[in-house]
């Protein structure tokens, strides 16, 4: 995770990653969440920044400084084709940055919702699109793999991943899922207003009973 603070142990951190791993680690991109637009988080110009950090030479870190701050207007199948969980809990929402609209621990009887972000994202861009946007959540979106961002070739020619992992990382959602015709994305679209407040109510509840109704008391 790159930040101001570690410029000083560039050298080191990629030194003892090639000593203990092969190779130099990959690298994000660091997000300031406190700004609607979820700018760069440091105190650099996005040029001394990419300067900077660069000298990983990182395929995740080039990914995502491309669909930096850049809104994906095409139909997202996140909700469809992923899940986000949290373990902990149960909460369960179609990628990190949607709203959470079901309790797969709470109701295990009750089927998983699978509905797609479409074109509803809440977000200003795809800021963890290095796994959805490679995995293919936007088959219309070129992208490299998600194994293209992962994997490192080490100075020896061994790679990080294996040959199995290679093969399923490279792969597409839409290999496997169904991609929508025109017809039955713009049928979604019209409704989809009705279904994000129907499965949303999940976290409405949980913000009342845990803010809320905790301050009345």
């Known amino acids: ?10 050298d080191e951190i990629i030194n003892l990653c090639k000593s203990e791993l092969g190779a130099a680690c990959q690298i994000t991109v660091g997000r300031n969440d406190l700004t609607e637009k979820k700018d ?6 996005r040029k001394e920044y990419e300067s900077v950090w660069r000298k990983f030479d990182s395929t995740m870190f080039d990914f995502k ?6 809104k994906i207007d095409d139909f997202c199948y996140a909700g469809a084709w992923t899940l986000y969980v949290d373990l902990g809990t149960g909460a369960a929402k179609p990628c990190y940055g949607q709203l959470s609209n079901q309790n797969i621990f709470k109701n295990p009887e009750q089927p998983i919702i699978f509905n797609p972000v479409g074109k509803h994202c809440r977000q200003p861009y795809c800021y963890n699109g290095h796994a959805f946007l490679t995995l293919g959540v936007v088959p219309e979106l ?11 070739v080490c100075e020896d020619g061994r ?3 294996s040959k199995e ?3 399923a990382f490279s792969q597409k959602l839409a290999d496997n899922n169904e991609v929508w015709d025109e017809k039955k994305k713009n049928s979604y679209e019209r409704k989809y207003p009705f279904i994000f407040f129907k499965t949303a109510l999940y976290d409405w509840k949980e913000i009342y009973n845990k803010v809320i109704r905790k301050r009345k008391k």
Request: aromatic content about 10%; hydrophobic content about 40%.
């Open 65 to 70: 400084l491309d669909i930096f701050q850049k």
């Open 159 to 161: 790679e990080w991943l």
């Open 142 to 152: 070129e992208t490299p793999t998600y194994a293209d961002i992962r994997n490192r």
């Open 165 to 167: 992992v290679k093969d």
């Open 40 to 45: 760069l988080l440091t105190s650099m110009s």
């Open 1 to 10: 995770m790159p930040y101001d603070g570690l410029i000083d142990d560039i």
